[in-house]
């Protein structure tokens, strides 16, 4: 995350090789060694398997995480919003993939820029549709270049989102994208979001065991069809050990593995899949000290708490303290053993580390990721990354 063409404010700027401790608070903080470690194991995985890695950049929405990505032999992002996509190209990122339907025109003409973008400099556009109207609107929007847009079909292989059920309509959509010069029929989009976070192994296999024949049946009529499917891309962290194992899907799209949050950690350990470990933290400040509470200064405002608060991360010598709900600014820290000593708090302006509970939203609280060399713990900063993408659109 060295190369940095986005600008910095100069206070920020001025963190760059300073020691953790400068880092004020709340501020989120990716530990470098910790991220590398979870990509080289991530990359080792799908270089064993003969998978394409195309990690979820939704995860980071910044290019410079994504350019480690692809340095580390990722093949390409993918991306949620059209406003992901252009930070994405923006910043470099040449492949880069849709996993989202896109129906507003608005957004359809930024898409069809973007792809015109990307194929004058050799990179490629993808997409997922779900319906004849969604194609409908993507051709027309590209009639305003000579680029051809990838369109995978996506599959509604469990979770019940998006997607076109598994049946005879996928060959009907599949036959309206060929039908456009445009439009290249590159596969299909089979996610299962519901299945990332079951907590057992046995959970998580018997969920892609039973999306992965969904895939197959669709894959059976669309090549009676004379449409045979090129690639099928698809995969969460949660669960593309099962994935790779079906040998049905050639791409994975993991995006949480990089940085991780507490929910994936609350996951049952799967031997077949890499263990990743936490590498995204909100550095904060004991701020208020009472007879049997502490307080920081990270609440809702520095980490979301839909998958449940934030871990408290103890560094070595740091007694072990349970994370408390304390609003907008605080968070109230409980030693783990309430009947312990009161020497079990910390003090008045030490610094704690949280572990998020889920990291995408998390990430789009902040303006900047603070990226940690050599540790939390007497570590420097090697760079200040910005949330290029923040935001919903
Ligand atoms: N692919 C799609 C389509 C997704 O929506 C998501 C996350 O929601 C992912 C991949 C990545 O999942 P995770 O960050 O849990 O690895
Ligand atoms: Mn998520």
């Not at 015109?116 to 050799?122: A, E, F, P, Y």
């Not at 998580?204 to 690639?231: C, Q, S, W, Y």
């Not at 540790?375 to 200040?384: D, I, K, P, T, Y």
Request: proline share 6%; with cysteine.
């Amino acid at each position: 995350m060295k190369a940095q063409p986005e600008p910095l404010p100069d206070h920020l700027r001025a963190l760059v090789g300073q020691g953790v401790d400068a880092i004020d608070t709340p501020a989120l903080v990716v530990d470098l060694d910790a991220a590398n470690r979870n990509l080289q194991r991530a990359v080792e995985f799908a270089t064993k398997h003969r998978l394409r890695l195309r990690p979820h950049a939704k995860m980071h929405k910044s290019p410079a995480v994504a350019r480690l990505e692809l340095q580390a032999g990722a093949v390409g992002v993918c991306v949620q919003t059209v406003a992901e996509a252009e930070a994405m190209g923006a910043g470099g990122i040449n492949d880069i993939l849709i996993t989202n339907e896109i129906l507003a025109v608005n957004k359809l003409r930024r898409v069809a820029a973007l792809a015109h973008q990307l194929s004058v400099r050799g990179g490629q556009l993808g997409i997922v549709v779900d319906s004849a109207e969604g194609v409908e609107r993507l051709a027309q929007a590209m009639q305003l270049t000579k680029a051809v847009v990838d369109v995978y079909i996506e599959i509604d292989v469990g979770q019940g989102r998006c997607g076109v059920s598994p049946d005879e309509k996928v060959v009907t959509l599949a036959r309206a994208v060929v039908a456009r010069s445009s439009l290249r029929f590159a596969g299909l989009h089979a996610y299962h979001g519901g299945a990332q976070h079951l907590r057992t192994v046995g959970e998580r296999h018997a969920a892609i065991v039973a999306a992965a024949a969904k895939v197959e049946d669709v894959r059976r009529l669309l090549e009676a069809a004379d449409m045979p499917v090129p690639l099928v891309t698809g995969a969460g962290t949660g669960t593309f050990a099962h994935e790779a194992a079906s040998g049905v899907w050639n791409e994975v799209q993991p995006g949480s593995f990089l940085f991780m949050d507490a929910d994936y950690l609350r996951n049952d350990r799967d031997p077949a899949q890499p263990q990743f470990e936490p590498a995204l933290f909100v550095k904060a400040q004991v701020i208020s000290v009472s007879a049997g509470h502490a307080v920081c200064d990270a609440g809702l405002k520095a980490h979301a708490i839909d998958s449940g608060v934030p871990e408290v991360h103890a560094l070595p010598g740091q007694p072990p303290l349970r994370f408390a709900n304390g609003g907008d600014e605080h968070g109230v820290l409980h030693p783990l053993d309430e009947s312990g000593p009161l020497s079990n708090l910390p003090a008045l302006g030490d610094t704690v580390w949280l572990i998020p509970g889920h990291c995408d939203p998390t990430v789009n609280l902040h303006s900047h990721l603070v990226v940690v060399r050599d540790g939390l713990a007497g570590g420097r900063v090697e760079s200040v990354v910005p949330v290029m993408a923040r935001g919903v659109w």
